[in-house]
């Protein structure tokens, strides 16, 4: 599948006329907990010609392509997008940078934004983003069809994140199984969770299992003591951009070709 990727994102690369910089794994397979026909999120940064940047309009900051199967979903960022995003401290390009599934990079790019990504984490930010994530899913499928395997995962992820990033200040791990081994103390929660994991990656993605009543109570408690904290961070800082942008004209020379 690796190769079948690349393939398709030189032909992105030829069609839109960019050079991409890094391309990953994102979601459920870059998580851990892919079932056996969850598709690829393909998730990339690329940059345009220096000329594309010094336009009165500004052109369309997003490429997305969808294989016709629906096996491959491609979706990529402009440099100068991402960049900003970075500076808002966002969460989501942040685990594209830390996913365990690289399927291309760019060495100076990828070393130049890794030293930078974590100058930029913001935590308020952080947690909100993860918290209402998760409550957002709650509320989209949990509340209307119960605790479906799949949802619930997501669901739990979301609060395990948050209460990571508000308890250590960083961004959380990628994969489930390592945020869960970090976040939950109880052994018998922590077993149950292990088997979750391995039923949805020997399951269909469609499949659906009500989860034990125990993890359901757990994800609630958890939720709880997110709520307690807020208002007890004090505000994230206003960054500064100017690491941003000098790192921004270094790649757009770069990769002026």
Not at 12 to 17: G, M, N, P, R, S
Not at 46 to 71: A, C, F, N, P, Q
Not at 149 to 161: E, I, P, S, T, V
Request: aromatic share 14%; proline share 2%; with cysteine.
């Amino acid at each position: 599948m690796k190769a079948l990727i690349l393939q398709r994102l030189k032909e992105i690369e030829l069609k839109y006329d960019v050079k991409i910089l890094i391309a990953v794994e994102s979601g459920s397979r870059a998580w851990g907990f892919a079932s056996k026909d969850s598709d690829y999120d393909v998730r990339f940064v690329y940059v345009h010609r220096k000329e594309w940047y010094l336009t009165l309009i500004e052109g369309r900051d997003v490429i997305e392509e969808l294989d016709s199967d629906g096996v491959m979903d491609f979706a990529g960022w402009d440099l100068k997008k991402a960049l900003l995003l970075m500076g808002k401290g966002n969460c989501a390009f942040a685990e594209w940078l830390n996913s365990p599934t690289i399927y291309y990079k760019e060495e100076e790019f990828f070393k130049g934004v890794s030293e930078l990504k974590d100058d930029y984490f913001r935590k308020v930010s952080a947690v909100n983003h993860y918290y209402h994530m998760a409550m957002n899913h709650d509320k989209r499928y949990l509340e209307k069809r119960g605790c479906e395997m799949k949802r619930f995962m997501y669901h739990l992820r979301g609060l395990l994140a948050a209460k990571y990033a508000a308890l250590y200040g960083t961004y959380p791990p990628v994969l489930f199984s390592e945020l869960a081994d970090r976040m939950v103390d109880d052994q018998a929660i922590k077993a149950e969770i292990a088997n979750l994991v391995q039923l949805k990656k020997e399951s269909r993605e469609h499949n659906t299992m009500i989860v034990n009543a125990s993890l359901v109570t757990f994800a609630t408690s958890i939720a709880s003591e997110i709520e307690s904290m807020f208002g007890t961070f004090p505000e994230d800082k206003q960054m500064d951009y100017k690491k941003l942008d000098k790192f921004f004209l270094i790649i757009i020379n770069t990769f002026d070709e």
